[in-house]
């Protein structure tokens, strides 16, 4: 205890005093002031709302207008669609709503909107002949598909192919499998020439198509195809696709509402898929793979790294299976390999001397060379700098070895 008592409790208390004093005068000040401020406030919000409101109006009025303008557009582009050329409806106008582009304008949506059904619908009138067609396919599509329609190299085949649909390897050309004339006009319309689409003009599609049909025996030599005679056309297979019925007959029989709730009282784990086996461990894989490349332990993370720096090599060599030779040779099982030693590439003259001298890659030969290719084998058409860091060479010789799977 304090031999002073008398002398510090009067001062703790004088102390407080003043304290209590600075508080109260504070407080006071700060109210008045709150006060102030939040009438200035509400009178602030008052003249916002309304200047809101007489803005509000503004902006119904201009809706109402942009309306009108819509109304307007939407007849007349009505009557431009019933001239029988259009299929589609148009969108619903978003623009007045989010303020973004503008409203396309009928010839603009006229020229995008090219799609023919199956009933002739979309069609524009036209004609043309097989004799015409012959003379128009022979100019702009024999190149790729050949003279008649049998398909050049590996481009597609148009013509044939008649009952080879149940085939293991059936031959689907617009004769054997189309189901509707129209999806002939409206891709040939659409998308041919290859690129040099919608360079044709009606009739010659009609031609050619009429053409198509002639090349699949379809239509006599003198047939000429029209906007009239189009829709009574059978194409061979158009009894051969089903609609899908399957989410009315088949759906309901399998499928009851889904649980979201408190579906089961208790959950309860019966079996792992690692025991079940069909979900392999890492590990086990990354067993498989060190048994299969003799190596006690490869670790992934140097393997990912490898991969990593494969990534230099990706533009000219692929590993891997079904690895093929691309600017370099493929790299499968590279080590143990002869340098130079498929028979499938075409070495440089250096890879071909390192051949006949029988040389094989090893771990050494291939640091060496994927260093700096050009001094390890001078004249190799590899151009390819080569990997300076000793942790690149060391992961991408894992990764090569790892077989790149
Ligand atoms: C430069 C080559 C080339 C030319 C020229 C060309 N086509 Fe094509 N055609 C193709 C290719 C490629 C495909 C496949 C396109 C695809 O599957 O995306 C194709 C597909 C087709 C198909 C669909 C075949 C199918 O069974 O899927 C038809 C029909 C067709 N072309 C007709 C024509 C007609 C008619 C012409 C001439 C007006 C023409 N092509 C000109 C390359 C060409
Ligand atoms: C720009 C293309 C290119 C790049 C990039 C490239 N290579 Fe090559 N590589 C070649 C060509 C071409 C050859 C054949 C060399 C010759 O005939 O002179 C070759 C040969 C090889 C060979 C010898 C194969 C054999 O059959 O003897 C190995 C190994 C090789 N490259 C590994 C790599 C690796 C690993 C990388 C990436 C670090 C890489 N290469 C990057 C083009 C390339």
Known sequence: MSKFPNLWIPAIGGTALVLGVAYGVATKKYSD???RAMEGQVALAQSAMVKTEAEIGVYLERVAELEAVVATFESNLHSTMNDGRSVSQPATLLSAKYKLGRRALPAEIIAWDVDVLPDGRGLPKGRGTVFEGEQEFAEHCASC???FAEGV?????LAGGFDTLADEDPVKTVGSYWPYLSTVWDYVHRSMPFGAAQTLSDDQVYAIVAYILYSNDLVEEEFELNHENFGEFQMHNSKGFIIDDRSDVEYTLWRNEPCMENCKQNVEITMRASVLD???EIESIMEEENALIGTALVDSGLLKAGEKVFKKCQACHQIGTGASNK???HLNDIFGREMGGLDDF??????RIAAEENRIWDEESMVAFLSKPNDYLKGTKMAFAGLKRAEDLEA????LRSGGN
């Open 145 to 147: 598909h050949g003279d």
């Open 346 to 351: 075409k070495y440089s003259h250096v890879f």
């Open 327 to 329: 600017v370099g040779p």
């Open 396 to 399: 991408i010789v894992a990764y």
């Open 153 to 157: 190299d590996n481009w597609p085949v």
């Open 33 to 35: 002031d709150w006060i």
């Open 278 to 280: 069909v979900t392999p």
